[in-house]
Nanobody
Framework: QVQLVESGGGLVQPGGSLRLSCAAS????????MGWYRQAPGKQRELVAA???????NYAGSVKGRFTISRDNAKNTVYLQMTSLKPEDTAVYYC??????????????WGQGTQVTVSS
């Protein structure tokens, strides 16, 4: 099993920045990718960004150019640097770890979620 611990959410004004972190532990041999999904009230969960251990990335179109995903393989940790935040970025952000940067399924592990609120 894989355990994921997220940190870094909070309240920020529009145009501001936040950095999310997600540290993985446990049985990591099956993991090739880590990333973030988000879910706003009344909306479906959507991919934000994901990165493979080899460095390949996948971003949602709505965050390209504003968010950057990176990873520290030695620490089994993934970071999501979010800049130029907009109110529509408000959501619960969930870290995941699993086989693919392109989609998620039953083999993925999930964090507990961290709230990001963008509001003046």
């Amino acid at each position: 099993q894989v355990q994921l611990v997220e940190s870094g959410g909070g309240l920020v004004q529009p145009g501001g920045s936040l950095r999310l972190s997600c540290a993985a532990s446990g049985s990591l041999s099956s993991i090739n990718a880590m990333g973030w999904y988000r879910q706003a009230p009344g909306k479906q969960r959507e991919l934000v960004a994901a990165i493979s251990w080899g460095g390949n990335t996948n971003y949602a179109g709505s965050v390209k150019g504003r968010f950057t995903i990176s990873r520290d393989n030695a620490k089994n940790t993934v970071y999501l640097q979010m800049t130029s935040l907009k109110p529509e970025d408000t959501a619960v952000y969930y870290c995941y770890a699993g086989p693919s940067i392109w989609d998620v399924g039953p083999k993925d592990s999930w964090g507990q979620g961290t709230q990001v609120t963008v509001s003046s």
